[in-house]
């Protein structure tokens, strides 16, 4: 059975007249891993500091297991609510070797009792044979390694991970991902980590919040945010894809450029609506046979597949995905169809 373990309940902070999180509400359940996703300077450092215990909340309340950490007047300080951090810049001290650093918060454990807790951490993120080296002598990627074992040492309730991963390199940076996303899952530790990079929030995280100017507008499995966005904005901003114009004909049913869709339209729409249709480029099959022809304008050679950009008889561009044997060049006309298993589309306002 799920238990809530970070409740987030209307939260709103501001620095000085400047308001930065606007009466954010999400949970995250106990062994869960979230995620908040957005763009630089949207607020997503600032809620981690909330939960830390670094900005007090202006008005809602933090609570966690059940305990409150701030609102109605409680402020719990950060040494005290149990949680772990780590940093984009692994925060290591460098005077002290591998193991002190992860030994750093267990000085109320007794000796042997702290040495096995050491080892047990080293071993988990695979550091076992590092243990006397210092943080210089070590890689980007291990740093890192180390900072998460310092921070998950004293058993927190909760780790938060801020932009963990972005000193690294691409290739590093997705396998460090999933090697912490195994680990928090193998020690039952919950977390909320905050990134700017999508594919590292769907790696990574069971639930995602996608926050713009403060706001939280969705907040649901990366699955959800993908096939189901509750607004334009985080249609946009997940995966790729083209909002393109289309009208409500008669109930449930859609007419576009690409052709007319009855039964796939959601509920909510009214005959005469204008709408902008979500189409993702998995959405639009090259199809040889397909009486509609669109002109390739830009074309990305992926090695699996080519995304072509292409454009419609009226202009409007969509994007195809395309198994990379079809080859076609600029300005070819290739013929195209809908595949559509459900239809997101927005009202014009
Ligand atoms: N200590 C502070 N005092 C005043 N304003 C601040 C402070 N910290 C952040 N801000 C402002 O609050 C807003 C949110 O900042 P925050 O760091 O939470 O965003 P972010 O989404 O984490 O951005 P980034 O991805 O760039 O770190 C920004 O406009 C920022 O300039």
Same mark, same amino acid.
């Given at each position: 059975?799920?238990?809530?373990?970070?409740?987030?309940?209307?939260?709103?902070? *501001?620095?000085?007249?400047?308001?930065?999180?606007?009466?954010?509400?999400?949970?995250?359940?106990?062994?869960?891993?979230?995620?908040?996703?957005?763009?630089?300077?949207?607020?997503?450092?600032?809620?981690?500091?909330?939960?830390?215990?670094?900005?007090?909340?202006?008005?809602?309340?933090?609570?966690?297991?059940?305990?409150?950490?701030?609102?109605?007047?409680?402020?719990?300080?950060? $040494?005290?609510?149990?949680?772990?951090?780590?940093?984009?810049?692994?925060?290591?001290?460098?005077?002290?070797?591998?193991?002190?650093?992860?030994?750093?918060?267990?000085? *109320?454990?007794?000796?042997?009792?702290?040495?096995?807790?050491?080892?047990?951490?080293?071993?988990?993120?695979?550091?076992?044979?590092?243990?006397?080296?210092?943080?210089?002598?070590?890689?980007?990627?291990?740093?890192?390694?180390?900072?998460?074992?310092?921070?998950?040492?004293?058993?927190?309730?909760?780790?938060?991970?801020?932009?963990?991963?972005?000193?690294?390199?691409?290739?590093?940076?997705?396998?460090?991902?999933?090697?912490?996303?195994?680990?928090?899952? $193998?020690?039952?530790?919950?977390?909320?980590?905050?990134?700017?990079?999508?594919?590292?929030?769907?790696?990574?995280?069971?639930?995602?919040?996608?926050?713009?100017?403060?706001?939280?507008?969705?907040?649901?499995?990366?699955?959800?945010?993908? $096939?189901?966005?509750?607004?334009?904005?985080?249609?946009?901003?997940?995966?790729?894809?083209?909002?393109?114009?289309?009208?409500?004909?008669?109930?449930?049913?859609?007419?576009?450029?690409?052709?007319?869709?009855?039964?796939?339209?959601?509920?909510?729409?009214?005959?005469?609506?204008?709408?902008?249709?979500?189409?993702?480029?998995?959405?639009?099959?090259?199809?040889?046979?397909?009486?509609?022809?669109?002109?390739?304008?830009?074309?990305?050679?992926?090695?699996?597949?080519?995304?072509?950009?292409?454009?419609?008889?009226?202009?409007?561009?969509?994007?195809?995905?395309?198994?990379?044997?079809?080859?076609?060049?600029?300005?070819?006309?290739?013929?195209?169809?809908?595949?559509?298993?459900?239809?997101?589309?927005?009202?014009?306002?």
């Amino acid at each position: 059975m799920t238990k809530d373990l970070l409740v987030f309940e209307s939260v709103s902070h *501001a620095y000085g007249e400047q308001r930065v999180i606007d009466d954010m509400r999400f949970t995250l359940q106990d062994g869960e891993i979230g995620c908040l996703l957005g763009s630089s300077g949207c607020g997503k450092t600032t809620v981690l500091r909330c939960i830390a215990g670094f900005e007090p909340v202006a008005s809602g309340a933090i609570r966690l297991g059940g305990r409150l950490l701030a609102g109605d007047g409680v402020s719990v300080p950060a $040494h005290e609510r149990e949680i772990g951090m780590v940093f984009q810049d692994y925060a290591l001290f460098p005077h002290l070797n591998v193991e002190d650093n992860v030994g750093f918060g267990l000085s *109320a454990l007794p000796r042997a009792e702290r040495r096995a807790r050491v080892a047990a951490m080293l071993d988990l993120v695979g550091l076992g044979a590092e243990a006397r080296r210092y943080p210089h002598e070590l890689s980007g990627g291990q740093q890192q390694r180390v900072a998460l074992a310092r921070a998950l040492a004293p058993r927190p309730r909760l780790l938060l991970l801020d932009e963990p991963f972005s000193n690294l390199d691409v290739d590093l940076r997705e396998r460090l991902g999933r090697e912490v996303r195994d680990i928090l899952k $193998h020690e039952g530790v919950s977390a909320i980590l905050v990134t700017h990079d999508q594919h590292e929030a769907f790696a990574v995280a069971d639930k995602v919040g996608v926050m713009q100017g403060g706001r939280l507008l969705q907040w649901a499995t990366p699955y959800t945010l993908y $096939h189901e966005p509750a607004e334009r904005f985080v249609a946009d901003f997940i995966g790729q894809g083209v909002l393109v114009p289309g009208g409500v004909t008669a109930p449930r049913c859609l007419s576009m450029e690409l052709g007319e869709f009855c039964g796939l339209l959601p509920l909510g729409f009214a005959t005469g609506d204008d709408v902008d249709v979500l189409l993702r480029p998995d959405d639009v099959v090259h199809d040889d046979a397909s009486p509609v022809q669109a002109t390739v304008v830009a074309r990305v050679f992926r090695g699996a597949d080519f995304l072509y950009t292409l454009a419609l008889p009226s202009g409007q561009r969509v994007l195809s995905q395309v198994a990379s044997h079809h080859d076609h060049a600029l300005g070819e006309p290739i013929g195209i169809r809908l595949e559509l298993d459900h239809l997101i589309a927005f009202k014009r306002q």
